[in-house]
Structures are given as structure tokens and as C-alpha cells.
């Protein structure tokens, strides 16, 4: 075989080696039934949000270290995410797939949806890990859109930032 015949495949290999979980979503910040803060501020554990863009905590096990612990490994990597069913399995009409970039971790004590054991371990929607959308950056308006619903069962999907819509960092 000619090197040459594989140079036509070579654009698909960052397809091949992209980083794919399956993935819940939930949403949190002002005014959600946990009385979370505002998740659109630079008090995230990684230091920083965006404005515009879209942001999200991601599961302890994908951010990468725990509470306290300061900005994990996740910090700044993108994620297209793909709702694809509701909580009970039900077919999603009105949600659509949105770019994040992880500014904050979800964590895992006293979180189920939060707290897989290792990236090969599942939550009770049988995801491998959990994006909480920040409610006021508009990312979990933009996921669940007319949906109806709060939590989401889908695809995650490590991108190169240059698909996520936001600008720079904000410290």
C-alpha cells in the first residue's frame, strides 16, 4: 500500500481521536431550587468565565481534581454537547447542541450526577459524565430550548475552542 492512498483520510484522524462520553445535563446558577450564585462570574473554580460564550461545570471525574483543589486539567477544554433524551429516555424535541467551555467542576460528594467513579463509571442516566450549563451565560436556555426539561441525556464531545462562540476569558 501507497502512503499516498491514506493522505485522503488524514483530515477524518481528529475525528477518530476525539474525546466522546455520554453525558447528563442538568443546569444550575441564580434561581435554581439550590440556591446557587450567579455561575457567570470569575469565582468558578477555574478562575474565570466568559461573556459572551458558554460555560459549564463538568463532573469531578472529567474536571479532574476536587473541591478546593483549584483549576483542574478541564479548565478551558471545549465540549459540543448533543441532548438526546429526557430523564426517563424519552425522545428530546426542541433541544439543540451547543459548545461550552468547562469554567467550574460539578462535584462529586453529595452530587449522584456528579460523582462516577473514573471516566468508565456511570451516574444513575448511565452517563459517564455530568455538564452543569450555567443558567446565566444562557447556555442551559440554549441546550433545552423549548424542551421542557431540566435534565438531558446525550452525547459529550471534546471540540478545539475555535468552534466554541465565546471571546477570551474573563479573570
Sequence with gaps: MHYSTLLPLLPLLPLALAQTYKASFTEYGSGDSFGSPNCN???AACGFYNNPGFNAAASQNLFGVGPGAGAGPACGTCYRLTPQTDSSGNALRGAKAIVVKVNNLCPASGNPLCSQNGLGGTN????????????????????FGGSGVGLAVGTAVKVDCSQWSGSGNIN
Excluded at 452543569?132 to 451565560?137: T, V, Y
Design 124 to 143: 444513575q442516566y448511565g452517563a459517564n459524565v455530568n455538564f452543569d450549563l450555567c443558567k446565566d451565560d444562557g447556555a442551559a436556555a440554549a441546550l
Design 41 to 43: 462570574t470569575a469565582t
